[in-house]
């Protein structure tokens, strides 16, 4: 990998090796993972396969760093974390180009990216000094009862290629702000946006050991069981598929492991007949297009009122008109290229599906041959049957169904054994609480595509994960610990 | 089951079928499981040996409920709750002594136990109501924030004979508190108590299929399997071992369940050089023979400094002389019996065990054959390598070990895998906070050896538990729900 | 005065005596103040003239409470406070009646008062035991920082005759709940209430010197001064006009005492063109009407949107048809009488004033000569400059004003130096967070005319109060201490 | 006044004008007051006299800039004032220096207090997008209820010399964040610190109107009237002197203004015979002797047990005979001057006063005529009946008395009408908890002479104080707005 190749302004930003025990390190084995940037199908690097080994050694250095880190006083965490938060800010254009690079999405996207990875820094700096205890009235004369925060110890953090940078931060944020230590396992698709937050997390002050990250692909078995099962690892947080997170929930389970996981949604977008429709078009472009429909809050079944159906579907076969894909690094692209072959792939499926059940295209519908590009797609009349109904699309496919009353709406809108996001666009604020209220999801968006913020409990309800990242994020990477006094007379 | 047989003033506490979608129902098959005494060995009555069709039914009569509970407000599930714990003041000496009678506990014990479980109802009955979601301030000027708590679904609660009504209390408080509807698996030994309470519920106003309860015993392998895999249930509350908690946590994975924990124990109890003698005897006598040494939070270490071990081991033998075995019911017993043979045979392992490698008995070291009875066991310069210092005894074994550094003692307190309660006794301020900070483990008493009180969060880290009991332990029964507001302008 | 006369079925709820340091006991002077049913304009009985000496003999006896009743438990204090809820429940016929005969609002109204009345008893109780304080993390490596909750101390409450049960209870039992000692001063109008909750809280096991009421009337200058500027009484809650609460606001800084002030309102009550004139005429019923118009939370000012004022007023002249003034016993009585002849005379005023300057009566408009009856008066096309826009009627006069905007109404609505509740009614949900966010008043009614319930925050803003009653209102009677600790190593 | 007369690196942060609108500007009438070096008794420069004109055009100013800044965001806010951080850490050495210049203390303190009055900008910052409300569940089932925050509106802020930078910074830091304007009266003693903090602001992006300060000395009387009668001021936060705070209070009163105070303290210090006396010795000199006695929570009575009466006298002494008073630019001073004539009358006072009352010298006693410098001085035996128990001395007078029980000293400890810090050494954890418990004061230090820091709730109980600062201190200028929604149907 030739740094320059990047065009960054700081080449010292990319990094093409592991990083353990405060070491850039390669694999024992010497092999390495090609990256691929997704717009080109050029490889833009390599970083190395590690395994077993390695990762003992990671979960090794990171019990080693605990003591004292976990020891530094909140302010001293926050300060450290300040300090990265700056030198993301400053590094700004780097890192969103860097992330472009290796996942695809536009270069304002990136941007976007970085900026929201670091207002978790950010956040979790200023929550460490909050992660207040409670004085606790006694029901016994004699006993005071206080409760300190703790943080939980070692924390094993995997994390998926679609927001190369925000979801290690969310993660890494909270769990160095807590005072733990921690392994992180990037995505082999998008790994030089973690190893560049870990060397700007090196530069911050944080000391060796306490952040190391360990890059595998082939090897990805053995190394996520480890991180699960160690008995020194204490704390799981994984962002990735459903099926994925029941395999580490499940080996977490051999050490009654604290579990955090964002797992996958089938978010519903509905539009009532009191919807304003020109909020509804336009946030349907942003919920369902964002990073080229690729995001685990994306729209994935858009439910519209019969009598505005026609209105609403023409609407945004227009706007729909004016995208252009390409390179995200070209100003004028406004979608980029899907993450590689097996997204183009399920995305045709469910195009090819939806169309054989009785859909018809609008707008869209195939890809271009030879790249990872897929032409935004919009179907109508899509029937409940039809795959993408039932299944995450993960891609720019906009699949329309038409419905007549609410409680019916409610109805198919629930049907799904996960539960992330929702939307709904309705300007009547009784509907507006009562659909808000029976949505089977962690996060509703009324009127608007966009709920993501640092401030926010983000994660979701049945399939869809176990805790909540961002805002009161912090208490997943810390224990409660209670103490009694007693013998006070 | 002569209901009469058990000497309480209202006979119609005593039930002997479980309970589905508000009826009294016997096992299909027609098989029972008796229940015995363990004070005289002999049977009580019996319970329905239900299995996995029943567990089906039960779990679809919470299902069915839950849709109009779940709606109800806080308030009226907080006055369902007031009248239960009215119910359980009024009944208090019968609920006592039914304690006593399948559990082997003092009556004093047993009424203790009852007033303890009431308080979990009241307490919870409060929180219904103060489940505060928050409004977030949002970075984006036309965005509001909110979040709800949102009742988590069927919660399926599996709990252990040693408290036979409290640990049900702290679950199905909560999850009633929050909405939710219930499977209970009441422990096959202690199954009147469960159904006593089920019964004071239904007179409190729960409504049909709100709570189920399935007894059961040698179908248990599948009737836990259905309780943390049906895609019904959301939530799975347990109580117990250690082995079954990873077991149950990973059946629950299957399905991404929320699941909380409160496994086993090995509580050290570490008397310092400079602690009150008096007040750490008595608390040793409480917190290590409190219901014959059967519970999760009883001291299972007992280390003392040097320089006044031998003062602390004598005076603890002391008052050692003084205790009673006997029938709980009897006014002169101090400690009951165990629970059945295997509890006994554990014991005797230990102490055994400990002898072979070298300690002294002080006191008792045997059980009363063809009984439940074990004396209670004091012994002295127990070894590092003693099973009891690695194993959760559950009996009225003490086991002491001499130290002489606080560094020496905070190490070998923390060298186990579990971290449920440890308890300390020194009066320097300084050493106060540093031992409470440095012992691994949820709750630490300070100067006394009782911790549990409704309102404090009741649980460990490590490999004792996942999540928090009492306190704001309605949160574990709850989903937080967000809803982001746009388009308001 | 004769007990059996108010036809209580506990004759004994009637107490026609002071009550200090736990006895019942009359003025030095042998005075007495004449209490008059309003309905009937006859004497219900008498109650002391208390004067300088016995206010400062009730403030000594509860500071010779504080001591013991500060340091009970909260669990203790929970207790009581739950019995005197049960009290207050099983005596509602005769507390209700109570508030009717001396108040003069129906029984079903006066039945009401009691309840919302113990909802605060029961509602203070459960927050006694939640009065949590924090363990704070310390920017210093040695130190560790919590805080804990105390009892302020000797509170000194004046209340105001509208509500003669549930403004004390408000008060009361946040004071009683944080372990505070108290004296009241109740109106001199409706004393009756006040004692009967006070007889109650001693049989629920409230000690001697824990609440002391003093009735006045001529001499609640010095009482009033007396509660405000001893400099025992560490906290004074007050709740009534605005010009006596900036009296005793003053009164109270001599001694930099803690104040809680819920002082007078002028709420204005809007309907915008997408309302649900239903909704909107129902909740002006009850909002108006309420009490007959004399609540701090009455509307004062109704601002009704051109396009919906014809339908509006003709709807609210129909329903106000139906009304029927009587006396509250009555059953079919919809409205009792005002308090007594000063309020008939304002509301006669701002009805004669409001005519003069071009209103219209489409309803009322006049008393019933030689009775405190007042017709339920609508008077259409009220101008800004009518003294029904600028002060609080207090009585049954519903005022109505026709805007054509939303920033018109917004600023008609805010233009007033009082802010405590205001209402509107419009469906849009952009709408709604916008005017919920601009009206400058403590409390909004959005689509509701009732918005009291123990649990919220009760208070105004502007000269309309200082604090909030109900919800976390125990903070107003607690201070919050910090605790620092140092030397630990 | 020749800006670089002061030794600044960057000297346009000595501004010699007040701040309306957003403009520097000088009185009206011309006139100016004389800012003197208390080490030097030189003027260091002059600010303008304003008056009555000028601070009714800064409150104008303060209400015309009110509604946009408290419609910015949160993170808005956030940022400037983080931008406003970062701007006094980088200017460290210059407003440190500044401090010494105007107030006298040595730079170490004028450093140190640069330090904490940024770490309260900072504090705020984090603390104002933290503002959540709540989502309360309603006892009514067709009724929602959430609360928000709302900044309370102009802020009026008066503060004094001890602290020229950090005490406007703590009120200052909390207004901003919260989105009120402000109107600051710095003290006229030492107004630079004020204004090179309003320059600061200005820097980092604060709007013109939203800080607004005016200096004042002969005119003080007309300014804070109308500074807290004003009817567009909403809040009055105010530190300085007892009698200073109840007629501000009272004159606030007559619009029922929300009022925080921070007053005059009267901290008891107490060494228990199971103190360590290293620790008691050390604190003594911080406690006592900082800022050379001119803090608020500085120790004013030293209560010693005799049982370690001498020793502790004797150690104190030891380590008194090492200060060196001096002008606190000199890098060897450890004690800077008094701030004025007055100051040094009053410690000679306290000083001869308790000599006369049978007090012995131990140290110092007396002042070097002349000057502003007063010797550190050490009392032995001060009888009760002395001033310096009774008042605060606010110099460097070190009063010892002895006691024998705890109780006596307890009692001792609260026998004054304030209640701000309190102080006491020793290790036993029951007396620790006991007589943190007992000390009527708002902050106790255990073993510990220093207790600010920003987290933690600053202020008094009894008459020295309303409100907290610090903490959660954002709260106080803000106000909680309930928001009930119906008709959700």
Not at 434 to 446: D, I, N, S, Y
Request: hydrophobic content about 45%; overall charge negative; charged content about 20%.
């Amino acid at each position: 990998a030739q740094a320059s190749a990047f065009g960054l302004k700081d080449f010292s930003l990319i990094k093409t090796q592991a990083f353990i025990d405060g070491k850039w390190v390669d694999a024992k084995s010497g092999e390495t993972i090609s990256v691929t940037n997704p717009a080109t199908l050029e490889e833009l690097g390599t970083v190395p396969e590690m395994g077993l080994a390695e990762t003992k050694a990671a979960i090794d250095a990171a019990a080693k760093a605990l003591p004292e880190w976990s020891k530094t006083t909140a302010k001293h965490r926050h300060d450290i974390l300040m300090k990265l938060f700056a030198l993301m800010t400053e590094h700004h254009d780097d890192l969103g180009r860097l992330i472009t690079l290796e996942n695809g999405k536009t270069l304002t996207e990136g941007k976007g990216e970085n900026a929201y990875s670091a207002s978790f820094i950010e956040w979790f700096a200023e929550e460490a000094v909050r992660t207040y205890g409670e004085h606790i009235p006694s029901p016994f004369p004699n006993v005071r009862n206080i409760t300190i925060k703790q943080p939980i110890g070692v924390v094993s953090i995997l994390t998926p290629w679609n927001f190369p940078s925000a979801m290690i931060a969310r993660k890494l944020g909270g769990a160095l702000a807590a005072g733990c230590t921690a392994v992180i396992k990037p995505p082999p698709e998008t790994p030089f946006s973690c190893l560049a937050l870990v060397e700007l997390a090196r530069r911050a002050g944080v000391p060796d050991g306490v952040i190391n990250a360990v890059t595998t692909l082939k090897n990805v078995g053995e190394v996520g069981k480890e991180m699960c099962e160690s008995k020194i690892v204490k704390k799981v947080s994984f962002t990735g598929s459903t099926p994925v997170a029941k395999m580490l929930a499940g080996m977490s389970a051999s050490t009654l492991k604290k579990v955090s996981i964002e797992a996958g949604g089938n978010a519903p977008f509905i539009v009532f007949d009191d919807a304003n429709i020109d909020d509804a078009v336009a946030a349907a472009v942003i919920c369902k297009f964002r990073a080229t429909g690729q995001t685990c809050v994306c729209a994935n079944r858009i439910y519209v009122h019969s009598s505005v159906y026609a209105e609403f579907a023409s609407r945004l076969a227009e706007k729909m008109a004016a995208f252009k894909i390409g390179n995200g690094l070209d100003e004028s692209t406004t979608h980029g290229p899907l993450i590689h072959a097996r997204a183009m792939e399920k995305v045709q499926a469910h195009v090819d599906d939806a169309v054989a059940l009785g859909a018809q295209v609008l707008v869209g519908g195939k890809s271009i041959p030879g790249t990872s590009f897929f032409h935004p797609t919009l179907l109508s009349d899509v029937p409940a049957a039809a795959r993408v109904n039932s299944e995450e699309t993960f891609g720019p496919l906009a699949a329309l169904t038409k419905f007549e009353t609410e409680e019916e709406v409610i109805r198919l809108a629930n049907s799904t054994a996960v539960g992330l996001a929702g939307y709904f666009f309705s300007r009547d604020i009784g509907r507006v609480w009562r659909v808000a209220e029976k949505l089977e999801v962690g996060m509703v968006g009324c009127n608007t595509g966009l709920i993501s913020q640092a401030v926010i409990p983000f994660g979701g309800i049945k399939e869809s994960g176990l805790g909540r990242e961002g805002g009161h994020g912090i208490e997943e990477y810390m224990n409660t610990k209670l103490i009694v006094f007693g013998g006070l007379t």
